[in-house]
């Protein structure tokens, strides 16, 4: 069963925008709430990295290299979380990846999306 899904990846120019959503379909509404949602990327040939973080408290914290430019949001409702992405470098892209996760409970990670920022 499909945990989280992400979606909203794609090609664009540099100093373009996209905004990245995560869905949880399967997940009920209380868990999802209580859960703590982030998002990392994987760049080709190096390790994955957090990018940004919102707790189920909507704290947020975000990797240097993308403060300022990248905002993470979530929609308790409707179970999704966002990263709005701006002024986006070729140095952003990698595939992206959503994960969700509970106290006490393993993550959960989507199959992540492709952003690629090039000219």
């Known amino acids: 069963q499909v945990q989280v899904a992400e979606s909203g990846g794609g090609s664009v120019q540099p100093g373009g925008s996209l905004r990245l959503s995560c869905k949880s379909p399967?997940?009920?509404?209380?868990?999802?709430?209580?859960?703590?949602m982030s998002w990392h990327r994987q760049a080709p040939g190096k390790e994955r990295e957090l990018v940004a973080t919102i707790s189920r408290g909507g704290v947020t914290n975000y990797a240097d290299s993308v403060k300022e430019r990248f905002t993470i949001s979530r929609d308790n409702a409707r179970k999704m979380a966002y990263l709005q992405m701006v002024n986006l470098k070729p140095e952003d892209t990698a595939v992206y990846y959503c994960?969700?996760?509970?106290?006490?409970?393993?993550?959960?990670w989507g199959q992540g999306t492709r952003v690629t920022v090039s000219s």
């Open positions: 994960s969700r996760k509970e106290i006490g409970a393993p993550a959960y």
């Open positions: 399967r997940t009920i509404l209380s868990v999802f709430s209580s859960s703590d």
